[in-house]
């Protein structure tokens, strides 16, 4: 990703209606009348205190304030989605009162908790006793403070204390308001069982003394002792992902040996999106998403005693486990959990991939890490890219080729690239042997794609889906090259405009999913399955002759079957007269979860057939038709899950001697909206251009001087570009003569 793409962290919390548009079982309150300027500014800090609130604070609360939280949680979801655009109609005004609604609950709520500890340094030494127990319930884990400084503003803050280090001569710290309210929600961690006595330090900015100091006393508690582990429907043992939750408090808790991705990932990307320690927010559809640790194998911990709740993801492939155990003091809870598969997609001759997972792969604990997530997630090729831009590459491999992939019990760690990512868009090269690469030809795509080509790997156009940094410069300009052998259409969810733009204009478009982990997606949330059949045994070099051939389908959760007249998806009908075809398709999924909503077939981007179920226990739909294979077409099936998983195929193409497979209705007006993006090309080439004629452009401005060295080159195959464009509406205009 480059500097311009941020990915979607959030999974959408609205449904939007034409009239109605719903937020946790609330319509979306309009600002109506009310003026800006009545409306009172941010409270600072409260949007991040309101949301550490909803997902550890349950147990703060009386069950009777839940139902003002929840109108606080209801108010600042609006506002986030009308800020995301999301909300027809909606305006600035309409978010900000929104945000003052979750404001007014918010501090209406916190100041009614059973056990807030009120400092008033206001007036002098606080009265609260600190000796007093600060904490009832170490499945809370939390601590509620007001801290007063006299009149003035209110501020939030979220803090944590892990108690693990001693602390002789340093306080932890928390600023709060010079003059005024502070709401400090403190997480504690890692509780010494023995109970202790701990300070932290209350500090106005600027603050060099230690003024405002309080102490506060956490009981003893008798632990209890968890075992967990996990095998898979063989009874062998397996990695999972896993979620460990206080069912009080709604507290997660990390569980003990998780692997550690940190220094392959984390340390790299900077980016704040992760959440506790080494756990990664996972996009799984329905209920669920949310944050999960990576379990290589079976593990023990402490536990303070209570109910827990543990939620357990392997892949698609199988069904999610939620179950509920109890802790009880000075016992052991043993947990075995064996998984069941309620498809087995390998069976059926498919295997999964994720095209586009970034981590450093150096060493054999890198490995040992990046297959446990890889195993995790039931993938069977992860594709670990090595990230370049125009000065430098990121996620550094270990080597390339065969020599350097990584098995382990059927499931292969593959090195690859993701390089060029330039003005052009993000390019991918898979099953490579070294990288293509070269800073002076980095604006030519047709090369970088002829190096990956001579190395036996295959090419790809990423981030096509979501139509983000630039993917769509780089179609216009090299998709009519057919220099691609795949198409990402699949990262958070199915996108299909560039896609079918371009199968609209006659081109063979493999339909491919990555993850683009750690950039908002997770290793194999979306999967890319291949057919490679299973009269062989499985490698990694078959998966991609697949590839290659496009028998292919995208998918995080319904599970796709497509022929016609037994060609696969990616297969061409090659035909020299109309007759009638034989379609067969269907979806299947899990009851309850990714079951198909609806079946669509796509011809030439128009649905051509749609069947759909209300039932979410229905586990599969199905269609059978018969199709005149007329002057030829692309066509596609799709799906949608109940728990809003989607799934693609890559088209099967039927074509007649003498014409293109393409959409006659909308190849004119394509072919003229990418005219339009090759000007634009243009128009930034000369924007660099001027910069460096005028003198403002920085000499360590590499990427508008990868720009201005290669704009010769980039213009030349603008140029081929126009000229595929231009003969292909004089193709257009000679096949409208026959048909």
């Not at 206001?122 to 006299?150: E, M, R, Y």
């Not at 220094?263 to 669920?288: C, H, K, Q, S, W």
């Not at 339009?676 to 920085?698: C, Y």
Request: negative net charge; contains cysteine.
């Amino acid at each position: 990703m480059n500097q311009h793409y941020l990915p979607l962290l959030l999974i959408a919390l609205v449904i939007c209606a034409p009239l109605r548009v719903w937020a946790h079982g609330g319509e979306i309150e309009r600002a109506g009348t009310t003026a800006k300027e009545a409306i009172p500014p941010a409270l600072t800090g409260s949007q991040d205190f309101l949301k550490s609130l909803a997902q550890s604070g349950r147990g703060l609360f009386l069950d009777e304030q839940w139902a003002e939280l929840d109108r606080a949680i209801h108010h600042l979801d609006s506002a986030e989605q009308i800020r995301k655009n999301a909300v027809a109609g909606a305006t600035e005004i309409d978010a900000d009162f929104n945000r003052w609604k979750a404001e007014e609950s918010l501090c209406k709520v916190v100041n009614a908790v059973p056990n807030l500890v009120v400092l008033d340094y206001s007036k002098g030494k606080p009265a609260h006793n600190p000796d007093s127990p600060a904490l009832d319930d170490p499945q809370n884990a939390l601590i509620l403070f007001k801290v007063i400084t006299g009149e003035g503003p209110t501020r939030f803050a979220v803090s944590t204390v892990d108690l693990v280090a001693e602390r002789y001569k340093e306080h932890f710290t928390v600023t709060v308001e010079p003059a005024g309210t502070t709401y400090i929600l403190l997480h504690l961690e890692q509780i010494p069982a023995a109970g202790c006595v701990e300070q932290i330090t209350f500090a106005r900015p600027g603050d060099t003394s230690a003024s405002m100091v309080h102490a506060f006393t956490v009981p003893p508690f008798r632990q209890g002792q968890l075992r967990m582990e996990f095998l898979d429907e063989t009874g062998k043992s397996t990695p999972v992902l896993l979620r460990i939750t206080a069912k009080k408090s709604g507290k997660v808790w990390a569980p003990a040996g998780a692997a550690d991705l940190r220094p392959m990932i984390n340390d790299v990307t900077r980016l704040d999106i992760y959440g506790p320690e080494r756990g990664y927010t996972v996009p799984i559809p329905g209920a669920f998403s949310g944050h999960y640790w990576v379990m290589p194998k079976a593990f023990e911990m402490a536990l303070p005693p209570g109910e827990w709740e543990a939620r357990i993801w392997h892949g698609t492939e199988y069904e999610p486990v939620l179950d509920t155990f109890s802790i009880s003091e000075n016992t052991w809870t043993k947990k075995t959990y064996t998984l069941k598969r309620w498809v087995k997609m390998a069976d059926k001759g498919w295997y999964s991939g994720d095209d586009h997972v970034h981590s450093r792969l150096m060493s054999s604990e890198d490995a040992d890490q990046l297959m446990a997530f890889t195993r995790a997630m039931d993938i069977g090729v992860s594709n670990i890219l090595e990230m370049g831009d125009h000065m430098r590459t990121y996620y550094a491999q270990r080597g390339f080729g065969p020599d350097f992939q990584v098995q382990e019990d059927g499931h292969f760690l593959v090195p690859g690239q993701e390089d060029p990512r330039s003005l052009l868009g993000h390019n991918i090269g898979l099953n490579i042997t070294g990288l293509a690469r070269d800073l002076d030809r980095y604006m030519l795509i047709d090369w970088v794609a002829d190096e990956v080509h001579k190395q036996g790997g295959l090419f790809g156009q990423t981030h096509v889906g979501e139509n983000a940094c630039n993917v769509h410069y780089g179609m216009a300009m090299m998709a009519p090259r057919e220099i691609y052998d795949f198409y990402s259409v699949l990262q958070w969810r199915v996108g299909t405009t560039l896609y079918y733009d371009f199968l609209d204009l006659g081109y063979k478009l493999t339909a491919s999913a990555g993850s683009d982990m750690p950039y908002g997606g997770m290793l194999g949330a979306v999967r890319l399955y291949a057919y490679t059949g299973n009269d062989a045994p499985f490698t990694p070099a078959r998966w991609f002759d697949a590839v290659k051939k496009g028998h292919t389908f995208a998918t995080n959760g319904p599970m796709l079957e497509f022929t016609v007249d037994n060609a696969l998806p990616g297969d061409e009908i090659a035909l020299d007269t109309d007759r009638p075809l034989t379609l067969k398709a269907r979806a299947y999924g899990l009851p309850g979860e990714s079951a198909p909503a609806n079946l669509e077939i796509v011809q030439l981007s128009k649905v051509i057939q749609n069947v759909k179920s209300a039932d979410t226990q229905t586990p599969e739909l199905s269609v059978e038709m018969t199709i005149p294979a007329g002057k030829g077409f692309w066509i596609a099936a799709r799906a949608n899950g109940h728990n809003g998983s989607q799934s693609h195929t890559t088209p099967i193409y039927v074509t007649r001697n003498g014409f293109r497979h393409w959409n006659p209705e909308r190849a004119t007006g394509v072919i003229e909206a990418q005219m339009k993006v090759l000007d634009k090309i243009e128009e930034e080439i000369q924007a660099s251009e001027k910069m460096a004629q005028g003198g403002t452009m920085h000499p360590a401005d590499y990427w508008n001087r990868r720009i201005v060295d290669q704009a010769k080159a980039i213009r030349e195959r603008l140029t081929t570009a126009r000229n595929i464009y231009q003969s292909l509406l004089s193709a257009l205009q000679e096949e409208q003569k026959q048909r």
